[in-house]
């Protein structure tokens, strides 16, 4: 095993492993129990079937909890947008095909439920208007449910793209739901991400992203309905992560349900 991190985050170090692993090593301050959901939530992902990295065991190192990973050596589906945005058509495509697939099966697996995620997040924001919380949390409650996987993350960052191939990782706020709710929330990052730049280029290369991987989703008429009713609820939940530079926007996406 590599004796230095080959890259890092917030809550982990990744090393390179033995024959084809990396290990996930969770940093000072998460616990075991920190680990041990995660790999709860990757065993279950993975006998789902979904393209994802494989998922072997939970261990230690240095006397830290870590997760042992396949390990895939490719960019992920951000780098190459950004590196050629002539591509943009095709990966856009891939990751709406990607997306679907994900939706497809119908999901025993005792995993979080989204819908509880989200009014969770709701009713704990100290953002939002009581009467607004209300109008949320009613509308809600009129929207269907279903038990598909969803990813609750999901956006070019999160996918890897080795030799064509897509694979989706960083599950760790996936739930079970409804799939439009996952595509209103995929929507919400990438047009929030729109929505902050300073860069014009940017800007541009991400709305013409969403734009195809939306047509390519393929929503139909009464799909497009539902998830433009689902939109307001997630820009409401995703306030919950406080982000600064988002909150603003956030707000006037979740205003627009006084309007439907």
Request: aromatic letters at 8%; charged letters at 25%.
């Amino acid at each position: 095993m590599s004796e230095k991190p080959i890259t890092q985050g917030r809550t982990a170090e990744i090393y390179a492993g033995e024959a084809g692993t990396i290990l996930k090593v969770y940093r000072a301050g998460f616990s075991r129990e920190d680990a041990a959901y995660e790999a709860n939530i990757a065993s279950k992902v993975q006998k789902a079937g979904v393209a994802c990295p494989r998922f072997y065991e939970m261990t230690e190192f240095q006397g830290r909890p870590a997760l042992v990973y396949e390990r895939i050596d490719g960019p992920t589906m951000a780098e190459l947008v950004f590196k050629g945005p002539w591509r943009i058509p095709q990966l856009a495509r891939r990751m709406a095909r990607l997306h679907r697939e994900m939706h497809a099966p119908i999901i025993a697996a005792d995993l979080p439920s989204q819908r509880e995620k989200y009014i969770r997040r709701i009713e704990t924001s100290d953002i939002l208007p009581a009467d607004l919380k209300k109008t949320l949390l009613e509308r809600f409650s009129t929207l269907p449910d279903d038990r598909r996987l969803c990813h609750g993350d999901f956006h070019p960052g999160n996918i890897l793209s080795p030799n064509g191939r897509d694979l989706t990782i960083d599950w760790m706020d996936c739930s079970v739901g409804h799939p439009l709710a996952d595509v209103a929330r995929t929507s919400i990052l990438l047009l929030g991400m729109s929505a902050t730049t300073g860069n014009p280029l940017i800007r541009w290369s991400v709305n013409w992203f969403h734009g195809i991987y939306l047509r390519e989703y393929a929503l139909g008429s009464a799909g497009k309905t539902l998830y433009r009713a689902f939109l307001p609820i997630v820009a409401a939940a995703r306030l919950a992560e406080g982000i600064p530079e988002l909150q603003d926007w956030l707000l006037a996406q979740t205003y627009r349900i006084q309007n439907g």
